[in-house]
């Protein structure tokens, strides 16, 4: 289970899929849901809907996980050749220097600019440098070279990251890490479920642009009208020297899920269905993994659970989330172990599928 985990998040993690250019995960998504679903439907906006019939009637259970990850987009091309960008999603300025990057989904290279240490004035060299003063270099001379080789205004660009393997196997640092690691156990999930015993119907649904605004589960969820939904996403862990973690972020890799109990980033949060929580609870004390359950109320952080608390009705909602390190980064570091424990207490609010009411009281 954790090897074929790990196959499908190197897989994922190699794609280039910013909010609103995420066709090849989609593409990829789609091909392995329809190996394991009963069907399997791709919307106007981008989302994949697999759907999983149960053996007897009960509710309709939504497990969501977003395809995109954070970027950049083409701004212009310069005469000289250089390219400037613009940010899709939260991406520190710290990173926007000395890094290698593909555009688009034929992976042209390229490189974030950076001004040769020798001749950095002492002022420079402390300064993080903007946005709007960083450049890519893509060893084009010319405008007309640069749209030769194939640059188009608005083609997607991520950083360009290798699939590192600590000393500890289980460790794994790369680039979107966020959230192709939730991909990668919606299709563990769903090879899982075949030929399994379970009341009511199963919609795994992997959405777009989550990272701009969590949009594209507001249409998904519209269309699939579930009695409820676990969203399965990432979460920062505060495990690292720079984090006061018990007392700002008391999440670590290797421990077990997180349970966001409550967040909110920029007028989104949500806070978490208390029957979905009974749920979450007892299935992890049925399969003895432990939830790292956390507030975050007010921080930068939110999923796409918050979407779904203002759609239509309302949706019972809870997120389960992988902890991982150096969000946002090209270096994003995940247990694998984590995952696993995420699909096992899925797995089980499945099996239960029908067993609790959903009243809120």
Not at 48 to 62: E, Q, R
Not at 248 to 269: E, S, Y
Not at 338 to 352: H, R, S
């Amino acid at each position: 289970m954790k090897e074929r985990i790990k196959d499908h998040l190197r897989n994922l993690t190699n794609l280039v899929g910013v909010s609103g250019s995420e066709q090849e995960v989609v593409r990829y998504m789609n091909e392995h849901l329809l190996a394991a679903a009963d069907e399997v439907n791709v919307d106007h906006n981008g989302n994949v809907i697999a759907v999983k019939h149960g053996t007897s009637p009960g509710p309709k259970l939504m497990i969501g996980a977003h395809s995109d990850e954070v970027g950049f987009s083409v701004k212009s091309i310069q005469e000289d050749g250089y390219l400037y960008f613009d940010k899709i999603g939260v991406v520190s300025d710290q990173l926007l220097q000395g890094r290698k990057v593909w555009i688009s989904s034929r992976k042209i290279p390229g490189v974030m600019g950076i001004k040769a240490g020798h001749l950095q004035t002492a002022e420079e060299s402390r300064q993080v440098k903007p946005l709007r003063d960083c450049y890519i270099d893509i060893g084009a001379s010319s405008k007309e070279e640069a749209e030769a080789i194939g640059i188009k205004i608005g083609d997607p660009i991520v950083f360009q990251s290798d699939f590192m393997e600590l000393s500890n196997t289980d460790l794994i640092s790369t680039k979107s890490v966020d959230n192709r690691i939730s991909c990668a156990i919606l299709i563990e999930l769903f090879h899982q479920l075949k030929g399994k015993d379970f009341a009511g119907t199963v919609y795994g649904v992997v959405t777009v642009q989550e990272e701009v605004g969590l949009r594209g589960v507001a249409s998904a969820a519209f269309t699939i009208d579930p009695d409820y939904a676990i969203i399965l996403d990432t979460i920062p862990s505060g495990d690292t020297p720079d984090i006061d973690t018990e007392k700002v972020l008391p999440v670590f890799i290797g421990k077990g899920p997180a349970c966001p109990v409550g967040d909110g980033v920029f007028g989104w949060g949500s806070y978490i269905h208390p029957k979905v929580r009974e749920m979450i609870e007892e299935q992890s004390e049925k399969v003895q993994i432990p939830i790292q359950y956390v507030s975050l109320i007010g921080e930068n952080y939110s999923t796409d659970a918050a979407a779904l608390t203002t759609i239509g009705k309302g949706v019972p909602v809870g997120v389960l989330a992988i902890p991982r390190r150096y969000s946002h980064s090209p270096v994003e570091l995940v247990n694998l172990r984590d995952a696993v424990d995420v699909l096992k207490v899925v797995k089980g609010i499945i099996g239960d599928n029908g067993k609790k009411s959903l009243s809120f009281i």
